[in-house]
């Protein structure tokens, strides 16, 4: 019974459209002013169905992914955090881009590196996930909380606060539409050793759907769709904020091959060469021992002869 319900599933699955949620996360997803889900991570999610053959129906859902699931509003979430223990009932693929952040100054004099905020504040969104990760960078920074990016940009440009700390992406968003107050400020980013992975999340019984599309991105990213896509949204692509994790990580596949190739190779040859070292002490062996054997029997041929010689007629 349980093959044949995941069977009916899967014909299900593939016959409707998958409800796939996205939430306000600019420029990887969010809705523009018709109301259509539009960024980064939804192109590149919409050319991984194209080419798997599944519809996606996207759900607008500014709340938490893992409810949007729970909840049977929606199939698919778009952005998972691969860290976290899914709830049962809940599927999360490998990740395939990662979140990276950093923190935006005024005086990169002051600032270059994360623990140079000791007993300074930083600005940040009240999010417990932001939160924690500016305890990891910089534990004994004063952090204040604001309600908007565009309050914590003027409250850096302000003076009131020392830096802000949020994703890469949406800093360099913020410092191209910055507001009127800030103009004048000049603005650097300072690179965080923080990175969050991120895939997809899905019912248990959407699991196969998941896949074929995870396969599909891991496919764009090696004849380079991705990074294709990606140039419409990454701003500045010398940042190695901007190297999407997929490629990362087969990049990091693809050279631990080659290290493990030429390993054997390396250890071939040394075989080969003791295994010819090995022949080759084995026949000049066997040459002595002929030599050898032949000295005696030319030995015991001369002692014969004598001994014939020497007897008497």
Same mark, same amino acid.
């Given at each position: ?46 050319? &991984? ?142 690179? &965080? ?121």
């Amino acid at each position: 019974m349980v093959f044949v319900s995941l069977i009916a599933s899967s014909i299900y699955s593939s016959a409707q459209p998958l409800r796939i949620g996205y939430g306000n996360f600019p420029p990887y997803n969010f809705r523009n002013a018709s109301n259509q889900p539009v960024g980064f991570q939804i192109e590149i999610l919409n050319q &991984a169905a194209r080419r798997s053959g599944i519809a996606l129906d996207w759900t607008y859902s500014p709340g938490v992914g893992m409810a949007c699931l729970s909840s049977n509003a929606c199939d698919l979430w778009a952005q998972a955090s691969t860290r976290i223990t899914p709830e049962q009932g809940i599927a999360l693929s490998k990740p395939w881009w990662g979140l990276h952040k950093s923190f935006l100054v005024t005086r990169p004099a002051d600032f270059r590196k994360p623990s140079d905020f000791r007993s300074r504040t930083l600005a940040s969104l009240s999010s417990s996930s932001i939160l924690r990760e500016i305890g990891k960078e910089s534990p004994a920074a004063s952090i204040a909380t604001f309600p908007s990016r565009a309050i914590a940009l003027q409250a850096l440009c302000r003076g009131q606060v020392d830096g802000y700390f949020d994703s890469t992406a949406e800093l360099i968003q913020l410092s191209l539409s910055r507001p009127p107050d800030c103009q004048t400020s000049s603005l650097h980013l300072i690179p &965080a050793r923080t990175t969050t992975p991120f895939g997809l999340a899905a019912r248990s019984m959407h699991e196969s759907s998941m896949q074929r599309l995870r396969s599909e991105i891991d496919a764009m990213s090696i004849d380079g769709t991705l990074m294709e896509i990606a140039s419409h949204y990454m701003l500045f692509a010398d940042l190695e904020s901007y190297v999407s994790y997929s490629q990362t990580q087969n990049l990091l596949r693809r050279n631990t091959l080659i290290y493990i190739a030429t390993g054997l190779c390396i250890i071939s040859l040394l075989a080969a060469y003791f295994v010819y070292r090995l022949k080759l002490s084995n026949l000049r062996l066997a040459e002595a021992l002929d030599r050898a054997e032949a000295s005696n029997r030319s030995k015991r041929e001369f002692l014969t002869m004598i001994a014939t010689s020497s007897a008497p007629p």
